[in-house]
């Protein structure tokens, strides 16, 4: 089976609109791309489009719930987010925090983990 | 009265990095004065990632690129005030500030960086005909409910305006489970980042109508939907084109505004395009001996730019202090030609440059593929340089040599931007 896609390429400022060519599931042909660089972002945007995924998590401080801004420590696949987001819904942290520090393991099954953006004492 | 050799008045990026600046610079008596109970500014609520490519070369969120400098600052000793709102600024240099903790407090300072930041367009700036419900808010605003407060503004969404938080607050309220509708951009192209048009919208399949605006509100407690319209080349409401779109929120991401009332208190002159100071080649503003340098000067869309603009405010506040001499050597108008907005610094005093380099920043009027910058002075060109993918929404950062402002009989410096044939020949 053939199908098209169309990627924008974000690697600069440019933004080529690049074409790539599937042939069952596999990249057969890429076009429009000026570099090299926009054909390696466009064949993982077809194949394996992957995001850093930023949000935040509950947090009890002084007996209030505030809001942790947390964020996947590697880019996850795109397909998993809503996923992960429906994981993160129910994690609590309890202070002290640093910045780094993993506040869930393996999120959505991705072997990521998600980490603190910010410390909180 | 309390004296005080600088005060910094805000303690977002811009605040932060120029304390941090003065500092290294030998400025040992320094106070940061912040209204918000934490430091950092808008950061602490920008948690999505990709500040500090220029500066660290990685991605962090904005939370992490702020505690990276609020570390520095308190490993300095740098006396910090929280929740204190400098509400008067004389030209001679003395603040009146409020808080609950510390009261009224009068100080007499040597020099000031002023480093307020911006704030956001409403509804008013832009005249949005219709009803008044509740229910339209600008982007930051919900930003902010969402990231820090931990509220949704609501669940069926539009959002009027394509800049960056606009671009960033459709996906942060997909992810939080909001139906965002559309986001609806006047302008025929994005005032935001491509890889937030691709990230924010494109991945979430939420289209971005392009020429097309708002015309009026609908509901009367709560906002019940929008009518939107097309546009015509000079912008206004094509008739037979209004579509109406049932929601229960309006985000309005259209401009943000510097924030002067202090600047303007103390007789600074404002420059009528950046809507903040007129600075020079060390982010002094008309007033000597007070500096401006961040999102008070002009709206950036990279906080990169915003710290080396402080960086060169902070080593400036230093190298005042040490002289205070009135900077009388000749000034150099800076001029703005075609196919640019603005230039920033509008003046220079080469001779009184605080390093060997000068960043020059400045906006394009319209998206072009290819331009031709040219730098030129009384006496000729001083430098061309080739630039692709010029947009308005993404500033321009060009970097002069001391030497190459020192010729001796130099009076002005014109910036002009000329579009160009693409090398490519496909567009």
């Given at each position: 089976m053939e199908m098209n896609k169309e990627v924008i390429c974000i690697v600069c400022p440019r933004g080529c609109h690049i074409d790539v060519k599937l042939v069952d599931g596999k990249v057969a042909n890429i076009s429009g791309n000026v570099c090299q660089r926009g054909k390696t972002y466009a064949e993982a945007e077809v194949t394996?489009?992957?995001?850093?995924?930023?949000?935040?998590?509950?947090?009890?401080?002084?007996?209030?719930?505030?809001?942790?801004?947390?964020?996947?420590?590697?880019?996850?696949?795109?397909?998993?987010?809503?996923?992960?987001?429906?994981?993160?819904?129910?994690?609590?942290?309890k202070p002290p925090v640093k910045m780094g520090d993993v506040v869930y393991k393996n999120i959505a099954g991705s072997g990521v983990d998600v980490i603190a953006s910010k410390s909180w004492e | 009265m309390e004296n005080r050799d600088l005060v910094i008045i805000?303690?977002?990026?811009?605040?932060?990095?120029?304390?941090?600046?003065?500092?290294?610079?030998?400025?040992?008596?320094?106070?940061?004065?912040?209204?918000?109970?934490?430091?950092?500014?808008?950061?602490?609520q920008c948690i999505h990632n990709g500040f500090g490519l220029h500066i660290f070369k990685e991605e962090l969120t904005g939370p992490?690129?702020?505690?990276?400098?609020?570390?520095?600052?308190?490993?300095?000793?740098?006396?910090?005030?929280?929740?204190?709102m400098v509400i008067e600024l004389t030209s001679q240099k003395k603040i009146t500030a409020v808080s609950k903790k510390y009261g009224l407090i009068e100080i007499q300072a040597r020099a000031v960086i002023l480093a307020m930041g911006c704030r956001e367009r409403t509804r008013g700036a832009i005249n949005i005909p219709g009803t008044r419900p509740a229910g339209i808010f600008t982007a930051g605003?919900?930003?902010?409910?969402?990231?820090?407060?931990?509220?949704?503004?609501?669940?069926?969404?539009?959002?009027?305006?394509?800049?960056?938080?606009?671009?960033?607050?459709?996906?942060r309220l997909t992810l939080e489970g909001a139906h965002v509708k559309c986001v609806v951009e006047i302008m025929p192209y994005s005032n935001g980042l491509t890889r937030n048009i691709v990230q924010c919208l494109n991945d979430f399949d939420i289209p971005l109508l392009l020429s097309h605006t708002v015309i009026n509100i609908h509901g009367k407690k709560r906002i019940e939907g929008v009518t939107i319209a097309k546009v015509d080349e000079s912008l206004r409401p094509i008739?037979?084109?209004?579509?109406y779109i049932s929601c229960d929120t309006l985000l309005l991401s259209v401009g943000l505004i510097p924030e002067n009332e202090l600047s303007k208190m103390a007789g600074i002159k404002i420059d009528s395009v950046t809507g903040g100071p007129i600075v020079n080649q060390r982010m002094e503003t008309t007033v000597e001996g007070i500096?401006?340098?961040?999102?008070?000067?002009?709206?950036?869309?990279?906080?990169?730019?915003?710290?080396?603009?402080?960086?060169?405010?902070g080593k400036g506040a230093a190298q005042y202090l040490k002289s205070e001499k009135p900077s009388s050597q000749r000034m150099v108008k800076?001029?703005?030609?075609?196919?640019?907005?603005?230039?920033?610094?509008?003046?220079?005093?080469?001779?009184?440059?605080?390093?060997?380099?000068q960043n020059f920043f400045m906006r394009s009027i319209a998206p072009m593929s290819k331009a031709r910058l040219m730098i030129t002075s009384n006496n000729g060109v001083i430098k061309t340089q080739t630039l692709r993918f010029?947009?308005?929404?993404?500033?321009?950062?060009?970097?002069?040599?001391?030497?190459?402002?020192?010729?001796?009989?130099?009076?002005?410096?014109r910036f002009t931007l000329r579009e160009e044939g693409d090398g490519y020949g496909d567009e």
């Open positions: 394996n489009p992957k995001r850093v995924l930023t949000t935040t998590v509950s947090i009890i401080d002084n007996g209030n719930q505030k809001r942790l801004p947390v964020r996947t420590k590697e880019p996850i696949p795109k397909n998993l987010l809503m996923k992960a987001m429906k994981e993160l819904k129910n994690v609590t942290v | 805000g303690g977002g990026p811009a605040g932060l990095a120029a304390a941090i600046e003065a500092k290294k610079n030998g400025v040992e008596d320094i106070l940061l004065i912040e209204r918000d109970s934490h430091l950092g500014g808008v950061l602490q992490e690129y702020a505690e990276r400098f609020i570390n520095e600052l308190k490993s300095m000793n740098i006396e910090v005030m929280l929740e204190t605003t919900a930003q902010r409910y969402v990231n820090i407060e931990g509220f949704m503004p609501g669940k069926e969404i539009v959002i009027l305006g394509s800049g960056d938080i606009g671009l960033i607050m459709a996906r008739p037979g084109t209004e579509r500096f401006a340098c961040g999102n008070v000067c002009h709206v950036h869309d990279l906080v990169d730019f915003v710290t080396q603009e402080a960086q060169l405010a800076v001029d703005v030609g075609e196919g640019l907005r603005y230039v920033l610094p509008q003046i220079i005093s080469p001779e009184l440059m605080v390093s060997d380099k010029v947009k308005p929404s993404e500033m321009i950062n060009i970097v002069l040599k001391k030497e190459e402002l020192l010729e001796p009989n130099i009076e002005f410096l």
